[in-house]
């Protein structure tokens, strides 16, 4: 029981002896002079830099030459699937009797078949179509080209 009473007083004078003490100033230490060192050869390109710029020269043919495969499948699927069969003139609107994989349609311009299709013109000869913002020529079923 007896230590108990010194323990809380050698505390209690540690804490005002604590609050006595002085500060440390940062300001007045000696500061290290920095080092000089070389990052990277000015004179010869970074070499990391230098292969993603050519990387990114790369990929862009690549990308052109993928958006000409897709439109080229894309035309090969239209010329395979879509026909013009023939043409109807009614109330002086010129409608079209298409067939899309051996469904047919009766269309008009501004007409959306399978909600992909837009019609964008209709004539005597070829009827005119956009299937994902390009556009193709289906000529009448039985006409030359010419």
Do not use: H, W
Request: proline share 3%.
């Amino acid at each position: 029981m007896s230590g108990k009473p010194v323990l809380l007083i050698i505390i209690v004078l540690s804490f005002f002896n604590f609050l006595n003490g002085e500060i440390i100033k940062t300001s007045k230490l000696k500061k290290k002079n920095p080092v000089f060192c070389v990052k990277r050869n000015i004179f010869f390109p970074d070499k990391s830099k230098v292969e993603n710029v050519y990387q990114k020269l790369q990929v862009k043919p690549k990308i052109q030459a993928k958006k000409e495969e897709i439109k080229k499948n894309l035309e090969n699927e239209i010329r395979d699937s879509v026909f013009f069969e023939g043409y109807v003139f009614k109330k002086n609107q010129i409608y079209a009797l298409m067939s899309v994989n051996g469904e047919f349609y009766v269309v008009k311009n501004g007409d959306v078949v399978l909600e992909k299709i837009k019609i964008i013109n209709i004539n005597k000869k070829m009827l005119l179509i956009e299937v994902e913002s390009i556009e193709f020529k289906i000529l009448l079923k039985g006409a030359k080209n010419g």
